[in-house]
């Protein structure tokens, strides 16, 4: 049997596989403001699927997201997630999955659905501002 030969691509994509493994474990210890904001979204968003039923009721009158219409823990929630998501797009990414964190919230329907303009607007700059710092 003979044995595989190294390539210059095989040997390029075990070295790149090699210098993932120590940013990713780096990136999993060090949580930055945007990552820490992200958490925090999605365990609101996990807290508020109890209310799907009734915030998709209330949206359908179109107009605001359907959490601000309603009271109580949903609209909490819904607050609480709100917030998070909009100091994403206020804070400056410090690395990618900074970076891909605020892709995420841009393309979220709570921010398509409202403020689009502002949260692409966001993103444009972020992206300028961290691919400055890179290169």
């Given at each position: 049997?003979?044995?595989?030969?190294?390539t210059?691509r095989?040997a390029?994509?075990?070295?790149?596989a090699?210098?993932?493994v120590?940013?990713m474990?780096?990136?999993s210890?060090?949580q930055?403001?945007?990552?820490k904001l992200w958490?925090?979204?999605q365990?609101f968003?996990?807290?508020?699927?109890a209310?799907?039923?009734?915030i998709a009721a209330?949206?359908?009158?179109?107009?605001?997201?359907?959490w601000?219409?309603l009271?109580?823990e949903a609209n909490?929630?819904?607050?609480l997630r709100?917030t998070?998501?909009?100091a994403?797009l206020h804070?400056?990414?410090?690395?990618?999955a900074d970076?891909?964190?605020?892709?995420?919230v841009?393309l979220?329907?709570?921010?398509?659905?409202?403020?689009?303009?502002?949260?692409a607007?966001?993103?444009?700059k972020?992206?300028?501002?961290?691919?400055t710092?890179?290169?």
């Amino acid at each position: 049997m003979t044995s595989p030969s190294l390539t210059r691509r095989s040997a390029f994509a075990g070295a790149a596989a090699l210098t993932v493994v120590p940013v990713m474990a780096l990136a999993s210890t060090q949580q930055t403001a945007i990552s820490k904001l992200w958490s925090e979204a999605q365990a609101f968003e996990q807290k508020i699927v109890a209310y799907r039923a009734e915030i998709a009721a209330a949206a359908e009158t179109g107009g605001i997201s359907g959490w601000m219409r309603l009271g109580g823990e949903a609209n909490t929630l819904g607050g609480l997630r709100y917030t998070r998501l909009m100091a994403i797009l206020h804070a400056r990414p410090e690395s990618q999955a900074d970076l891909a964190i605020l892709a995420k919230v841009v393309l979220d329907d709570e921010i398509q659905n409202g403020a689009k303009g502002y949260a692409a607007d966001q993103f444009a700059k972020a992206t300028i501002a961290f691919t400055t710092v890179v290169a």
